[in-house]
């Protein structure tokens, strides 16, 4: 568990450092056809790999939460106060925070008009017309999974993921295999809206709990009968799909992105995540002291604070140096090193305060 938070929370930073420094959301072929094919590859495997991570951190919530005993109505409540309750304080707080720093470094000039201010942060923390960072979208999905995720226990507690299948298969289908087909259709042919489905998986679930139940599916053996050697090939196979895909799309007039909608994306985290569950295994007591047990356990321990702070201190560096004549992937390189070290720095100082260790960063002991 602590490697695969430690690989997620990697993932996640080197996908907010990406797009920081190439245009992965607009002029996507602009930007190919003006770079050294080397450039173009390292830009495609870093974008690819940055979007394992939140699958990962979702599949770890599956395997820990959807096991939880939750059997009642009291259980539901404990889940909500200890667990819903505690990751909503810290979100309010950080939407707060994440909202003065925006306004001052994005728009100093912007403090003069305080009242108005004040009723945006207000705005912002009720989730209506939010200005936060881009990267705090993950929050109101993660918020909304863990209102349903005792309800799903609970059912789980009387039936087999199984009788998820039917459901599942149409929320895979109608946000996953339609949408991409339908957009590399266009793509390739220029035939507009060639594949619509009628079947809309809001009308189901998220389609992020897919990933949710995907966790949870591994963790109880699902992948069990699968050999090693088989898992990691297919692992393999889907990144190195998902990396011809991604270039040929960088290729295309259309912006376009392998994202956690398409369908490699759910299977080649899904299997990265059993090739961690099976190889990594849990240290003896003497094992324990050691320096890269010992590091996993604490970028574990704190992820969830890298994941607030990291943002920031980007932000900032790309407000004080604009990076002028730099290669493209130094300033990703530099961007992800900075601001993983910085916030690991940063964390461990505030942390030393009881309130910003619990309420800032959400680390239990």
């Known amino acids: 568990m602590d490697v695969a938070r430690t690989v997620a929370i990697i993932s996640i930073s080197l996908n907010h450092a990406a797009n920081r ?47 939880k005993s939750i059997t009642d109505e009291e259980g539901v409540k404990r889940f909500y106060k200890h667990n819903l309750l505690d ?13 003065w720093c925006k306004i001052i470094v994005e728009d100093r000039f912007a403090l003069a008009n305080l009242p108005y201010l004040i009723f945006g942060m207000v705005k912002t923390m009720c989730f209506v017309n939010q200005v936060a960072f881009g990267s705090m979208w993950y929050m109101p999905m993660i918020l909304c999974v863990y209102l349903l995720i005792p309800l799903f226990a609970m059912v789980l507690k ?34 507009e809206n060639a594949a ?81 569950h099976r190889w990594v295994k849990q240290p003896s007591e003497a094992g324990k002291n050691t320096l890269s047990v010992r590091a996993f356990t604490y970028m574990s321990k704190i992820s969830f604070g890298i994941y607030f702070v990291h943002i920031v201190i980007m932000t900032i560096i790309l407000r004080v140096y604009s990076f002028q004549g730099w290669f493209l992937s130094c ?5 992800e090193v900075v601001s993983i070290g910085g916030s690991v720095l940063l964390i461990w100082l505030l942390s030393r305060v009881g309130f910003c260790k619990r309420r800032l960063f959400l680390i239990k002991d």
Not at 48 to 57: L, M, T
Not at 169 to 180: C, E, G, K, T
Not at 262 to 269: D, K, N
Not at 331 to 335: G, P, T, V
């Open 87 to 99: 990751l909503f304080i810290t979100c309010e707080i950080w939407y707060a925070l994440m909202y």
């Open 331 to 335: 300033k990703l390189l530099f961007l």
């Open 196 to 276: 619509v489905l009628a079947l809309e998986s809001a009308n189901v679930f998220s389609m992020y709990l897919l990933y949710v139940f995907a966790g949870y599916w591994i963790s109880r053996g699902g992948l069990a009968k699968l050999r090693a050697g088989g898992v990691f090939l297919g692992c393999v196979v889907s990144f190195v799909l998902s990396c011809l895909v991604q270039f040929w799309a960088y290729a295309q007039p259309e912006n376009y992105l392998v994202d956690y909608s398409f369908p490699l994306i759910l299977i080649g985290p899904a299997l990265l995540f059993e090739l961690m």
């Open 21 to 67: 420094s190439y245009d992965n959301y607009s002029d996507q072929m602009g930007e190919f056809l003006n770079s050294p094919l080397l450039s173009s590859v390292f830009k495609t495997l870093i974008t690819v790999f940055s979007h394992y991570g939140v699958p990962i951190f979702l599949m770890l919530s599956g395997a820990l939460l959807l096991g």
């Open 158 to 191: 009387k039936v087999s993921l199984k009788m998820f299948v039917l459901p599942c298969a149409v929320v895979f289908l109608s946000s996953m295999v339609i949408p991409n087909a339908d957009a590399l259709l266009y793509m390739a042919t220029g035939w």
